[in-house]
């Protein structure tokens, strides 16, 4: 709309300066020049516009894919879980990846989920409490806690806790935290304010915000996963100072890493 009502004050210009160049004020050829002067510039700044405007649409790339997160990592292997179609356009995340890692010298498993987002307004509302009860689940309760990563860093997250109604009372545990331009948070209020639901017009992959969450039905498996894994997907996303340590290990050319 902006562009029309540009238009239509131009041609309302025009028309003001044909008349005074009919009056014997300007000559007309040179009215008749700004007119398509004017003209260009209004379409070059609707093109202008729809370009930016289409910048904010289109998803932002991360310099490493989240693809390429290693499969295997210590004794957990991994598989992907497919994510349905509709449920990731509800999403409407960057990218995003979503696995089931076994060990291989336990009957353990973790789920791993771990999405990013360079357009944080799409986050908001996104999180275990909201999308698990939305999913069938009963929320038991949700408490701050910390774990040991594998290079001795206290790291903060939230130990969410579910369970399913009868007659399947399965139970489910969540270790959740966010990486927010660089910097762990289990703070969704973060990323909540006025200030983070501005486009990213510039696509820069830098400013962002990832989720991770890891489950199993034992809190002991996602604090296991949780300490082998964290300091692999902080490589994967872009630090403080927009760097991503992915970039010196991954193969560009296989875009995976064992």
Known sequence: MYPVRHNHRTVGQARCWL???????????????????????????????????????????????????PRRIGRWVGEDVPIPLNIQEVAGNDAFVNRLYKSRSSKEWVNVYIAYTAHPRTMRGHRPRICYVAG????????????????????????????RPAPSHEET??????????????DDRVFSGVGWRTPNIEGDPARYVTQVQISSVLEN????????MAELVFDFFPDENGKVKAVEYVEPLTGQQE
């Open 221 to 228: 498996s996602a604090r296991a996963a949780a300490k082998d």
């Open 173 to 186: 545990v969540v270790l959740n935290f966010y990486i927010v331009n660089g910097r762990l948070t289990c």
């Open 136 to 163: 069938g689940w009963i929320h038991d309760g949700t408490e701050q806690s910390q774990f040991t990563s594998s290079l001795g860093r206290e790291l903060s997250c939230l130990i969410h806790r579910f369970h």
């Open 19 to 69: 008349a005074h160049g009919a009056a014997g004020g300007t000559p007309t050829w040179f009215v008749w020049l700004l007119v398509v002067l004017l003209l260009i510039s209004a379409g070059a700044a609707y093109r202008t516009l729809a370009f930016r405007l289409e910048r904010v649409a289109a998803s932002i790339t991360l310099p490493v894919s989240l693809d390429a997160f």
